[in-house]
């Protein structure tokens, strides 16, 4: 599947277990097998910039992931 800017999706398997991380907090954590995020930015070469934030907003995690390691959870718009 070819994954898209904005799309909601869930880390379905970490490839990497530790991955570089950015986020609000001063050691933000590491990415989980069940996280949602949202793509953010196609960065190349097959890779994925996520971003994962709380309920009410913060940045959790941002961190990039290739697409074995996704599954679509949403598309606000299916016309691109």
């Known amino acids: 599947m070819r994954f898209l800017v904005d799309d909601t999706v869930r880390v379905v398997r970490l490839l990497e277990a530790e991955r570089e991380v950015t ?31 709380t309920d009410d907003g913060v940045l959790r995690w941002m961190a990039e992931f290739v697409p074995e390691e996704l599954l679509l959870v949403d598309r606000t718009d299916t016309e691109r």
Request: proline share 10%; glycine share 12%; net charge negative.
């Open 23 to 53: 986020g609000t907090s001063e050691a933000p954590p590491q990415p989980h097998v069940g996280d949602t995020a949202t793509i953010v930015a196609d960065v190349g070469e097959g890779i994925l910039l996520l971003e994962c934030r």
